[in-house]
């Protein structure tokens, strides 16, 4: 696998809605529409260590100008009986303290673009969120993470505007189509650099499925394109 930050596989703390592997894992609480739905498949998943349940969301991970900061929104899952099919409902948008800041007083640019992460883990605790220490070992304590989607990220653009989309073309910028991106949310698929290019890239596309894989398939696959941030 190319170069991915390792805080994405280390330091994340999300809070999800599900049940247990093989049960129906519909919400019971009516939350009204979505304002994103996230389809995708279970492909594979690292080995369960404990009979517990098996969570699927979305992680917000901020890592522009404010530093890196790994924060969550609340996902419901439809189905995630694994390996299958599931469903993320998204019905808030993430907090501004989870979007990457693009303002810039000198350019006339503003806008604020988050990141999120399609991650799938043991939660060993009990507490329906994913406890880690951060460290590259796991902790005692710490929830198993058992895969994640590699190869697309669910993204939500605040104050979308020319100028935003502007900056965003420039080299070394996120997003290699910012023309497609919306106000709200979008889904992006991943982009291998290419040449003397530093970074992957990420292309906005339209609602597909999205494939789930282990870790151990992610941390063994070097055709993955994860050094974007």
């Known amino acids: ?27 019971k609480t009516y939350q009204g529409e979505p304002r994103f739905v996230v389809n995708g498949v279970v492909q594979s998943l690292d080995a369960s260590t404990a009979t517990v349940d098996t969570f699927v969301g979305v992680v917000w991970y ?3 100008k404010n ?3 790994i924060s969550t929104q609340v996902a419901s899952v439809s189905d995630a009986s694994f390996p299958s099919e599931f469903t ?6 993430p907090a501004s303290e989870d979007l990457n800041d693009y303002s810039d007083a000198e350019r006339g640019t ?4 988050g990141t999120g992460f399609v991650v799938a883990f043991d939660d060993l605790d009990g507490d329906g969120s994913l406890t880690t220490s951060g460290e590259m070992e796991p902790a005692p304590g ?3 993470l058992r895969g994640m989607a590699p190869g697309h990220i669910a993204i939500f653009a605040r104050d979308v505007n020319e100028t935003l989309r502007t900056l965003l ?31 992957d890239m990420l292309e906005i596309v339209p609602n597909e499925s999205v494939p ?18």
């Open 1 to 27: 696998m190319k170069t991915l930050n390792t805080k994405i596989l280390t330091v994340v703390g999300v809070t999800l809605i599900a049940a247990a592997c093989g049960d129906d894992l519909t919400d």
């Open 62 to 64: 901020n890592f522009a």
């Open 169 to 199: 073309a420039q080299e070394n910028m996120l997003i290699v189509n910012p023309e497609a991106m919306v106000p709200g949310f979008n889904l992006a698929r991943t982009v291998c650099a290419e040449g003397d290019e530093a970074f």
């Open 88 to 93: 993320l409902a998204l019905y808030d948008e």
């Open 142 to 144: 710490d929830d198993l």
């Open 212 to 229: 789930l894989e282990s870790m151990e398939y992610i941390d063994n696959n070097d055709s993955l394109c994860l050094n974007f941030t």
């Open 110 to 113: 503003r806008g604020y673009v």
């Open 67 to 69: 530093g890196d900061t």
